[in-house]
């Protein structure tokens, strides 16, 4: 299953993937998370040091070799210059797993806190003014795009906050996407916003709200959400200690706090897989970056990259 997790900055986004993982990874589930947000503190929620995180390989240096890997021998793909972010896989396309060696992982995946961990990169201060930040995530949609996950598998991406993932089809990568919202106006007028856009597309939106003291936190959310409210954490001692730098052992999690991160489980668990709607949006967004920017770009007519017979899937892993 593919997770991604958004909300309004400041919501406790970062903590609650951070925390997701941890859960998913405690029981033995093969996990890969990604850091896809302009701010990049998965891997310090993860445990890492600052020295550490700042040293961890980014995918959006490296996006010319992962066009190169994801191309393989696609005939319909002329060079991995000619790929852009919503290039779709087709056969002879290099496809991946959650768990698999590969040249990509290899590079760029590394361990922070028991978790394999994959980082989009900072906004260095050589980008300002010359680069769009949806450059460097376009190496997650690539990535997202050729991944069949397999049943107990989960990617877990932390995505930027807001609405600004809806700049590409980054969004309809996911099969569950948690909306995690404070109990006040202004994170609800996120997800107001979040949920006006999915809903056109099928999204499916959870939310869990954060930051919760008492019963009039869980009235407020529930009087602005509705059914789409799934679960929520309370404020944590736990969450508190770590982000003052002593981690404890996510067994000392509050119950609650666990019981609801069981719940975002058995939810994303309940999904059904639907490799051809993948597919389908795969495509239909890449014919629509074709015909406003890319073709331009690339000096060809990218609708050529479609396989029409193609469908991502357990299926194709085999040939």
């Known amino acids: 299953m593919k997770i991604a997790l958004v909300g309004k900055g400041g919501s406790g986004k970062t903590t609650l993937a951070a925390l997701f993982a941890r859960h998913l990874a405690s029981s033995g589930a093969p996990l890969l ?12 929620a993860l445990g890492a040091a600052e020295d550490e995180a700042v040293l961890l390989p980014a995918l959006g240096d490296h996006l010319p070799g ?13 060079s991995a210059a000619a790929m852009v972010k919503t290039t779709p896989p087709g056969r002879g396309s ?36 010359v680069a769009c930040y949806h450059s460097k995530v376009g190496a997650v949609e690539l990535l997202l795009n050729h991944l069949v996950d397999g049943p107990g598998e989960y990617a877990v991406v932390d995505m930027t ?51 919760v003291d008492d019963e009039s936190d869980v009235e407020f959310l529930r009087e602005h959400v509705g059914a789409d ?10 969450v508190k200690a770590a982000e003052r730098g002593r981690p404890r052992p996510l067994s000392a999690l509050e119950t609650a706090n666990r019981d609801a991160l069981d719940t975002m489980r058995k ?53």
């Open 94 to 129: 290099q496809l991946l797993s959650i768990t698999e060696a590969n040249p990509i992982y290899d590079l760029l995946v590394r361990e922070v806190g028991g978790i394999r961990l994959a980082v989009t990169g900072p906004f260095a201060t050589e980008d300002l003014g």
């Open 229 to 238: 409210l799934l679960t929520w954490v309370g404020r944590s001692a736990y």
């Open 33 to 44: 998370a990604v850091d896809a947000d302009i701010n990049q503190h998965l891997a310090a």
């Open 267 to 319: 939810a994303v668990d309940a999904c059904a897989k639907d490799w051809a709607a993948y597919t389908r949006q795969a495509v239909e967004f890449h014919l629509r970056n074709a015909t406003a920017w890319a073709n331009d770009k690339v000096g060809e007519d990218l609708a050529g990259q479609v396989d029409p017979d193609f469908v991502l899937g357990p299926q194709v892993m085999a040939h």
């Open 66 to 78: 992962i066009k190169e890997y994801l191309r393989g021998s696609n005939p319909r793909i002329s």
């Open 161 to 211: 906050a807001g609405a600004d993932s809806f700049a590409s089809g980054l969004f309809t990568r996911f099969d569950a996407t948690f909306l995690v919202c404070e109990p006040t106006l202004r994170s609800v007028g996120v997800y107001r916003q979040y949920v006006g856009y999915a809903r056109d597309f099928g999204v499916r939106v959870y939310v869990v709200g954060n930051k």
